[in-house]
């Protein structure tokens, strides 16, 4: 297996701009997490889905943050509109159950001008 | 505050040294597991062990966990300079009503060839 695939790797934007960031989990895996991590704050959980159910968003920052499930194999971050603060590196983990192992993508790293 | 918190928050080693790094934690767990994060990437999970387990091996990673004194300590045996990361533990506990994990912040090794 690949492994958890992320894409963008790296995303440079301006200020208003919309960004999806994008995640193929590891197949077989239920559990679907998306974080993000600075150094001031390291590392949060924005959310995460079971079975493609959303069970937790209470770390999304605010309404600008939306994130789907659509399928067992693919899940979007989106930021509309982005905000300097957005800046971080942005990780997509999977895992077989919500408490079992996680395996972390190699993240996207966002810059917002 | 957090419910996984490691101590120290950073270590300095020279290499062939052990490097001893702990987690404290404030409810219940089911398991606790150990990431380590090396720079620009993902977390990897390095060991779980359950609450009903005290001491765990894997290579030169050992662990134990003593759930009287809600502890848990992860030892590198006779460090390398590619140990040098982040090392992270992360929790089911109570707070999240055992649904998910909760991350440490972390304690940042360096190993000094």
């Known amino acids: 297996d690949a492994g958890v695939i992320q894409s963008p790797r790296h995303e440079v934007t301006e200020m208003g701009q919309e960004v999806t960031l994008r995640c193929k989990p590891i197949?077989?895996?239920?559990?679907l997490f998306w974080y993000r991590q600075t150094m001031m704050r390291g590392l949060e959980l924005l959310i995460y889905?079971?079975?493609?159910?959303?069970?937790?968003d209470s770390g999304m920052p605010e309404d600008r943050f939306s994130a789907k499930m659509p399928n067992a194999s693919f899940s979007t971050l989106k930021i509309q509109p982005s905000e300097p603060r957005d800046s971080a590196v942005y990780f997509c983990?999977?895992?077989?159950?919500?408490?079992?192992?996680?395996?972390f993508g190699p993240g996207t790293r966002l810059l917002v001008l | 505050s957090q419910q996984g918190e490691e101590d120290p928050q950073a270590l300095s080693i020279q290499e062939g040294e052990n490097a001893t790094m702990n987690c404290s934690y404030k409810t219940s767990i089911n398991n606790l597991q150990w990431y380590r994060q090396n720079s620009g990437r993902g977390l990897v999970h390095l060991i779980l062990i359950r609450s009903n387990e005290r001491e765990k091996h894997s290579g030169r990673l050992r662990v134990t966990l003593d759930t009287s004194k809600k502890s848990s300590s992860l030892l590198i045996t006779a460090s390398r300079a590619a140990d040098t990361a982040s090392y992270f533990c992360?929790?089911?506990?109570?707070?999240?009503?055992?649904?998910?994990?909760?991350f440490g912040e972390g304690t940042q090794l360096t190993v000094n060839p």
């Open positions: 889905f079971n079975n493609n159910v959303p069970i937790d």
């Open positions: 983990a999977s895992s077989l159950t919500p408490v079992a192992a996680q395996y």
């Open positions: 197949s077989g895996h239920n559990s």
């Open positions: 992360a929790t089911d506990g109570e707070e999240t009503s055992g649904s998910r994990l909760t």
